[in-house]
């Protein structure tokens, strides 16, 4: 972990020594063409702030899933452990194109929720009329977005222990979601000339801690 924590420290001094813009003085950096053109994604911004689901399937749904995830039997919405099939702990949201959620979907955890202390996200598929697990990660659903595919990619947040936290995008292959590259390190782009020994960082780190293999 050290070494990591090394590795990210080092990236740090390289990202801001190599931009040699003065942020009070400079003119903002030309972007490039590619990037200038590139319409920003919208990140998700989930608060848990509701005790009820705005949709018709994601009750079902959960009662779907069974009581390894929710007690459709449990009122106290400060059970945390054995919790509710509430909005208060849950959402769910499609990530295939012309495929209904009841078949596709993510489902994002509270933190806190079965002593878990993070938000954690899971990919559920119907095969054969059941629901499957296909990825659970120890992240944050941050954004979605389109692909030529059906399948929408996921950008997702880990965090270390040491308060670093890694933007990573994760896309659709051989029936389950894979990494594919760390968009942002704590909050900064990751430079072109950065990006392969940084996608290997991450992702190395991603397996070590069992990140992606809940």
């Known amino acids: 972990m050290k070494q990591f924590t090394w590795t990210i420290f080092c990236f740090s001094l390289l990202l801001f020594s190599c931009s040699g813009n003065d942020p009070e003085t400079d003119e903002p950096a030309t972007k490039e063409p590619a990037e200038a053109e590139k319409e920003p994604e919208k990140e998700l911004e989930i608060l848990f702030d509701q005790t009820t689901f705005t949709d018709d399937q994601s009750l079902p749904l959960l009662r779907e899933l069974g009581e390894g995830v929710c007690n459709p039997a449990e009122k106290d919405l400060e059970n945390y452990f054995r919790p509710a099939c509430n ?3 849950f959402k ?3 990530f295939r194109e ?14 806190r929720v079965h002593n878990f202390p993070i938000r954690r996200t899971f990919i559920y598929q119907r095969e054969k009329g059941k629901l499957v697990k296909v990825n659970g990660f120890a992240a944050n659903l941050i954004g979605m977005r ?3 595919s059906d399948y929408k990619d996921l950008v997702l947040r880990f ?4 308060q670093n936290h890694f ?9 389950h979601y894979e990494f594919d590259r760390v968009e942002q390190i704590n909050d900064a782009n990751i430079k072109k000339e ?8 991450i992702h190395k780190l991603i397996e070590t801690k069992g990140l992606q293999n809940l």
Do not use: G, H, I
């Open 87 to 89: 909005a208060k702990f």
């Open 92 to 94: 769910l949201f499609a």
């Open 98 to 111: 012309n495929t209904p959620m009841k078949d596709a979907f993510v489902l994002l955890v509270k933190a």
């Open 146 to 148: 389109k692909t030529a």
């Open 159 to 162: 965090n270390d222990e040491d």
């Open 167 to 175: 933007n990573c995008v994760y896309t659709w292959r051989s029936m």
């Open 194 to 201: 950065f990006q392969d020994s940084m996608n290997v960082e």
